[in-house]
């Protein structure tokens, strides 16, 4: 079993930073693919950036290239989003989610089957 805890959500104004958090617990060994998704009101849940979490491999939904950064600490078993120069679209409520199956790592949710409680992240303009 899987436990995975985010932390870090907040309100920014626009131009600003914030950093979250992914706490993961349990069997960790098992984990390949880690993940942080977004959802706005009214909005599908979508994919953010993702990280291969044996070879480090990246991948991130155009809207946040060059603006947002995930890494993971294997020593701490934690997931890190940096989310720098904040707009007011990246409002929604974060999550991060673990993957055990090693066949796919990317943005798309499904397969993802632990996720966490969700933080809310909130940018004003």
């Known amino acids: 079993v899987l436990r995975v805890v985010e932390s870090g959500g907040g309100s920014v104004q626009a131009g600003g930073s914030l950093r979250l958090s992914c706490a993961v617990s349990?069997?960790?060994?098992?984990?390949?693919?880690m993940g942080w998704f977004r959802q706005a009101p009214g909005k599908e849940r979508e994919g953010v950036a993702a990280?291969?979490?044996?070879?480090?491999?990246?991948y991130y939904a155009d809207s946040v290239k060059g603006r947002f950064t995930v890494s993971q600490d294997n020593a701490k078993n934690t997931l890190y989003l940096q989310m720098n120069s904040l707009k007011p679209e990246d409002t929604a409520i974060y999550f991060c989610?673990?993957?055990?199956?090693?066949?796919?790592?990317?943005?798309?949710?499904?397969?993802?089957?632990?996720w966490g409680q969700g933080t809310q992240v909130t940018v004003s303009s």
């Open positions: 349990g069997y960790t060994y098992s984990v390949a693919c």
């Open positions: 990280i291969y979490t044996g070879g480090g491999n990246t």
């Open positions: 989610a673990a993957r055990v199956a090693r066949d796919y790592c990317g943005l798309l949710p499904d397969g993802f089957g632990y």
